[in-house]
């Protein structure tokens, strides 16, 4: 006889609280924010996400910045400076989930990744390793002198080519990505390989290079490389946690993990009892519930949710948590957007009802809501642009911006106007 027991069923408005829960919008903090946050508060944000993603926009603010808003409202930014610029850091830069902050446990776990530049890497970065005496200049550079920003490092070097001692690749690209010089692909390679590390970013957000055992604690960069199947196991783990329940699909999106990565990871977390198979109505994939999940009977959120945030970036879960198709825009042509350029989902309660297209005008001190759209079956479209009204209100006084503006764009915006 078989003593499997069967997989735990679940509704999706079930599912999607103990998916909430798991995010952090469950929490008091969230709600009901103490008068004076601290690092303590940054740290248990960051042990529920696991991890916050990395983006050059910054039309209403950069997009690692936006989640710890979102789960703990305004907050002093200096809090997220120390832990990723400041001994001891509390987050350090990797690709995990793209570019991303990682806590430095983290950062070690991805050391396979590390090595496997290869299958890992992008060409443009792969490219590097022909030159290896470029890499090993650069890498001296900021042994000898670092932290150093690409455009800073290549001054440094400005000597040693001049003189021909060194040789820089013509810049090369490919139409769409970055136009990197040879020393900033260079600087890349290593960074993906980890002999090189970013000991934070500058005001216009460039990488400031150094060597890891200047950022990393002692007790991180002095530990040995995991397994790579103990290190995937641990970031599903993580992931997982980060999830309350999820597909594969979602599990190994967390961190860009393949199918036959994360497949063994899950199979042993089951075989473990740390993950419960499950099954959500409506869902045809199978899921997986980790075992320490909170389920709670309401979720009391409000929140304005970037474009990068970890509880919307795998979009298929998204619409199946939410039943709403979210889609980010900004490559899109202006006169093919349906929503805008920069759309941020608007949570209440347990439900996304809302969008809004957001603009920080920093000139005028403004927050500009370019266009406001109600989701289907929104509820009280009166009480969703009251309580958005008051989302918008607590973001521009953190942006430091001294009003809001809506504009006449999207079946919301007349309402929003006359509540803001």
């Known amino acids: 006889m078989s003593t499997e027991r069967p997989p735990v069923r679940l509704g999706v408005p079930r599912a999607r609280r103990i998916a909430l829960a798991a995010q952090g919008f469950a929490d008091r903090a969230h709600r009901r924010p103490p008068a004076r946050l601290t690092p303590a508060h940054l740290g248990r944000v960051i042990d529920r996400v696991g991890l916050l993603q990395i983006d050059s926009v910054n039309v209403v603010a950069r997009a690692h910045l936006l989640p710890i808003f979102s789960r703990l409202g305004p907050y002093d930014l200096g809090l997220l400076e120390r832990a990723t610029a400041r001994r001891p850091r509390r987050l350090v830069e990797y690709w995990a989930h793209e570019a991303s902050f990682v806590p430095p446990e983290t950062h070690r776990l991805l050391r396979w990744r590390m090595a496997r530049i290869d299958e890992e890497g992008w060409g443009m970065i792969r490219r590097a390793a022909e030159q290896p005496e470029l890499l090993a200049a650069v890498e001296a550079e900021v042994l000898a002198h670092g932290p150093l ?4 490092l290549e001054r440094r070097l400005e000597a040693d080519v001049a003189a021909g001692r060194l040789v820089l690749p013509e810049r090369r690209g490919n139409g769409y990505a970055w136009n990197w010089s040879g020393v900033k692909r260079a600087l890349e390679y290593l960074f993906f ?10 005001p216009q957000f460039e990488r400031r290079y150094d060597v890891p055992a200047r950022v990393l604690p002692p007790e991180v960069h002095d ?7 103990d290190a995937i196991r641990e970031l599903v783990r993580i992931a997982a946690r980060a999830h309350g329940v999820g597909t594969e699909q979602c599990l190994r999106d967390y961190f860009r993990l393949s199918p036959a990565q994360a497949r063994p990871a899950i199979r042993d977390l089951v075989a473990s009892g740390e993950l419960l198979p499950a099954t959500i109505d409506g869902w045809r994939r199978p899921a997986y519930l980790h075992v320490d999940a909170r389920q709670p009977r309401t979720v009391d959120a409000r929140a304005l949710l970037a474009p990068f945030d970890p509880l919307i970036f795998e979009r298929t879960r998204t619409e199946a948590l939410f039943g709403v198709r979210y889609r980010l825009e900004i490559y899109v042509p202006r006169e093919k957007r349906v929503h805008g350029y920069y759309v941020l989902p608007f949570l209440l309660g347990d439900r996304l009802v809302a969008r809004v297209d957001l603009k920080a005008d920093r000139g005028a001190g403004v927050l500009l809501v370019q266009a406001a759209f109600a989701e289907e079956d929104a509820g009280d479209r009166t009480h969703v642009a009251r309580e958005l009204a008051a989302e918008l209100h607590a973001m521009a006084g953190w942006l430091g911006l001294g009003s809001v503006e809506v504009r006449p764009r999207g079946d919301l915006a007349a309402e929003l106007a006359a509540v803001v």
């Open 193 to 202: 390989v980890g002999r090189v590390t970013s000991a934070g970013r500058t």
């Open 149 to 152: 920003t690409a455009v800073e």
């Open 223 to 229: 530990a040995p490389d995991p397994e790579p199947e």
